[in-house]
């Protein structure tokens, strides 16, 4: 299917578990994003990425671990899950720019994480 | 310390109506800003945006409204449809930063 998709839609764990949430773009944007939704917070990033093997901390960046081998795909890792981390999860890419924030960013479906 | 301020966390409108958001801004090098849309269970689409160069933009029935002295940008949906009914996030952005968004604005429209 063509554009973006995150996979799981659901996932529950438990405290200190490992988790991998999976993000994958047809578009080959160069830009890729992850953000957490919670209530009374809106949209807050996590972590973002200009091009394969490229990437930088967003404002909420301790306890995740990110990972840009190929451009297509942007793995979001929990190395060690916290209550506090749930949340729902979107991922988001953009065509090429100097600029991050220069272009529209299209998103995905979003993954609904709980912390148990 | 926000940067992108929605400070209606909900609005009610009757169907036909204009609806409007408000968003506040407080980093005078932002110069880009966007308007996206979100229902239930799903990520969030863009709906429109403007360049600091410009003061209004419009598509359809939503227009975008820059003001740039009092770092206020607003969204006009007329006439408002229930269909329109979601979660409204403004975002902003400066050269070489990640867009930033507010907490967003739940529009209700009621037929």
């Known amino acids: 299917d063509a554009g973006i998709t995150q996979s799981p839609r659901y996932k529950i764990t438990e405290t200190g578990r490992q988790v991998t949430l999976m993000c994958h773009q047809t578009w080959s944007h160069s830009y890729m994003f992850w953000y957490r939704q919670d209530l009374g917070h809106g949209l807050r990033l996590i972590y973002y990425s200009a091009a394969a093997d490229i990437t930088d901390k967003g404002e909420v960046p301790d306890g995740y671990v990110v990972s840009r081998s190929k451009t297509e795909n942007f793995p979001l890792t929990l190395e060690s899950a916290t209550r506090s981390q749930t949340s729902v999860y979107f991922c988001?890419?953009?065509?090429?720019?100097?600029?991050?924030?220069?272009?529209?960013?299209?998103f995905g479906a979003g993954t609904r994480l709980s912390v148990l | 310390d926000q940067q992108v301020k929605q400070n209606s966390p909900s609005l009610s409108v009757q169907e036909g109506r204009i609806s409007i958001l408000n968003c506040d801004y407080t980093?005078?090098?932002?110069?880009?800003f966007l308007w996206y849309k979100k229902y239930p269970a799903e990520g969030p689409t863009f709906l429109i945006s403007i360049s600091s160069i410009k003061d209004k933009n419009e598509d359809g029935r939503f227009t975008v409204f820059l003001n740039k002295s009092a770092k206020h940008l607003s969204l006009h949906i007329v006439p408002s449809q229930p269909g329109d009914s979601a979660v409204y996030f403004c975002a902003a952005s400066e050269r070489n930063t990640p867009l930033v968004f507010g907490k967003g604005t739940r529009l209700s429209v009621i037929a």
């Open positions: 980093n005078s090098m932002f110069d880009y």
């Open positions: 988001a890419s953009s065509p090429h720019s100097r600029t991050p924030g220069g272009n529209i960013q299209y």
